[in-house]
């Protein structure tokens, strides 16, 4: 079976920090560009940081950037999401997504696998 799985999810207090990870299962993440993304209850689904799947080139969203870190473990199959000084923001139900070939050129793009998602709450 192919999928994606996520995990890490939790309550932290705002200034905190969370590892996210997104371990596949059933096909290699070697080709694979991976995307992580959000959803907040009423707004739209959001790209936060994708690393793409040759030399690990990396993008964020303004909102993130310097406080997010996408990398990638091969080896493990997993992609990891470290996200730092956390903020009420970004509270969300975080998504990672895997698309072949991808490099993170835009996060309005089909991708060829979901996973489930993992929630995030920042809260005093």
């Known amino acids: 079976q192919l999928q994606l799985v996520e995990s890490g999810g939790g309550l932290v207090q705002p200034g905190g920090s969370l590892r996210l990870s997104c371990a596949a299962s059933g096909f290699t993440l070697d080709y694979y560009g991976i995307g992580w993304f959000r959803q907040a209850p009423g707004k739209d689904r959001e790209g936060v940081a994708c690393?793409?799947?040759?030399?690990?080139?990396?993008n964020y969203a303004d909102s993130v950037k310097g406080r997010f870190t996408i990398s990638r473990d091969n080896a493990k199959n997993t992609v990891y999401l470290q996200m730092n000084s956390l903020k009420p923001e970004d509270t969300a139900v975080y998504y990672c997504?895997?698309?072949?070939?991808?490099?993170?050129?835009?996060?309005?793009?089909?991708?060829?696998?979901w996973g489930k998602g993992t929630l995030v709450t920042v809260s005093p």
């Open positions: 690393i793409s799947r040759s030399e690990g080139s990396t």
């Open positions: 997504a895997a698309k072949l070939l991808y490099y993170c050129s835009t996060y309005n793009i089909a991708m060829n696998y």
